[in-house]
């Protein structure tokens, strides 16, 4: 029998698509622009902590299994661990680590105090019924419970998880420590102190970071063709806002493939159907079938992954046709291909930049918490645009100052900001 445990060290991603290569070749490079302390970069490299936890589980058939779960915490030098938690049966403790990473540098270059971090557990939530991923889910809370607190860890939703689960994290820690502590979790429903805005955050900072390169090549979002891979949390908050400032959605898609209609998709019938449907897009009335290696390669303006890493790799980035890619998934342009896209002149919007609009909303859903103030839908999205704004503008003046593509300038200003704080704490003891 193997060990759920030992499946992330047993298996070992490709070292050309290993997330966590990649996330410390794109540090290196950082730090070689910088001209960073060599002992700065080898601290920067390390998470600072690594727990991996057994959660067994009885199933309601009675059977008893055991997942891995991780929680990796990067960096905690700009203040407390932040990163999301995803249920996804291709996690394993490389890409939990990898992921912890890049949520150090984009806090750092959203201006916002917080470190990085990232947890996760190997599962298909499809597989299980409700009531089993709300055991999991408490479960996983439990053996974490000295690790998280609201001002040592603040865990929120990714990649199947939502704020129903946030909404089990908070309960079972306030349940631990005997009261309510609504600020544990960020993306937690807006009864128990969630933010307005947060849900369609990260949707709508992508379509912000999209408007403005747009904008920057004298082109608007109006008419602009686009195209989704991924239509979740991030995929279909993106996709609607998109499409009401008055692009077309050429295609979209899920996990089982995806949906083509060369006059564009109606995004809200679109997100019905699925709901009716089990979250199957194919049949959707007026389009056509499309396989996700056939989405990615449509000619469109904008292509916007917003799924899993590594879609874009050696083996297709010569048949991309979109001029812009603005990575809503974190890490999935692979290194090559990303030398590749620069070479050709396609514009890549990076992840650390262009999905920060969920850590953005968390960070004013923490703020309201700690200040028992709630602010309005109107004033959570204004205050997210000003920082997505700013930090869109500081990466391309960064991009034009220092003659290097928007990833490397959005590095730059995230590595060097936490380095700058790490010289200026010093190095205990
Ligand atoms: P989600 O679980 O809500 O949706 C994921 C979507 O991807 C679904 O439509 C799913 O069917 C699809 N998908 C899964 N496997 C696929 C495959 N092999 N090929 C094509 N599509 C596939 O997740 P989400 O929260 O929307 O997150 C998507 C991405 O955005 C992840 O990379 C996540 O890390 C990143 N992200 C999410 C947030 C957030 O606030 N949720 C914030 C920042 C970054």
Redesign the pocket.
């Known amino acids: 029998m193997t060990s759920p445990l030992l499946l992330p060290l047993e298996a070992p991603t490709p070292a050309h698509i290993c997330p966590l290569n990649q996330a410390c070749s794109y540090l290196e490079q950082a730090a070689q622009e910088l001209n960073l302390d060599s002992g700065v970069l080898t601290i920067l490299s390390y998470p600072r902590k690594v727990v991996t936890v057994s959660i067994p589980v009885k199933l309601d058939s009675g059977e008893v299994q055991v997942l891995a779960g991780h929680r990796v915490q990067h960096c905690d030098i700009l203040g407390p661990y932040k990163g ?1 938690t ?1 249920y ?1 049966p291709a996690v394993t403790l490389q890409e939990v680590s990898a ?1 912890a990473m890049l949520m150090t540098w984009k806090c750092a270059l959203l201006g916002i105090p917080y470190g990085g971090a990232k947890g996760g557990i190997a599962l298909n939530p499809s597989h299980y019924s409700v009531g089993e991923l709300e055991r999991i889910t408490r479960r996983y809370t439990s053996e974490l419970i000295k690790d998280i607190g609201p001002s040592v860890d603040i865990p ?5 998880t ?1 704020s129903r689960e946030m909404a089990w994290i908070m309960d079972t820690y306030s349940m631990n420590v005997g009261h309510a502590v609504p600020g544990i979790v960020t ?1 937690k429903p807006i009864s128990i102190g969630g933010s307005r805005g947060r849900e369609m ?2 949707g709508r900072g992508v379509m912000i970071i999209v408007r403005e390169a747009l904008a920057q090549q004298g082109k608007s979002l109006a008419g602009a063709r686009v195209v989704i ?8 908050a993106a996709a609607l806002l998109l499409q009401e400032a008055g692009a077309k959605i050429l295609a979209v ?4 493939g995806g949906v083509y209609a060369k006059e564009g998709l109606d995004i809200p019938a679109l997100k019905t159907y699925a709901t009716a449907n089990h ?1 199957q897009l194919a049949g959707f009335p007026g389009s056509a079938a499309i396989t ?1 290696a056939e989405l990615l390669t449509l000619s469109c303006d904008v292509l916007i992954p ?4 590594n ?1 874009i790799t050696e083996e297709n980035v010569h048949k991309i046709q979109a001029s812009i890619i603005a990575e ?5 342009v692979s290194l090559n291909a990303d030398k590749e896209l620069e070479a050709r002149g396609v514009t890549v919007l990076p ?1 650390i930049l262009a ?2 609009g ?2 953005v909303v968390s960070y004013l859903e923490w703020v309201q918490g700690i200040s028992y103030v709630f602010w309005d839908e109107e004033r959570v999205n204004q205050e997210m645009e000003g920082l997505m704004v700013q930090a869109y503008h500081q990466v391309v003046q960064q991009s034009q100052a220092r003659q290097v593509p928007l990833r490397l300038a959005a590095y730059t200003l995230g590595v060097g900001r936490v380095a700058q704080a790490l010289t200026d704490r010093g190095l205990y003891p």
């Open positions: 999301g995803r996804h992921l929120a939703p990714d990649m199947g939502s993306g955050a990260t891979q991924g239509f979740g949390n991030v995929g279909s898609s899920t996990g089982s979250k996700n917003a799924a899993l890493e879609q809503a998934a974190n890490g999935p992840d999905n920060a969920g850590v």
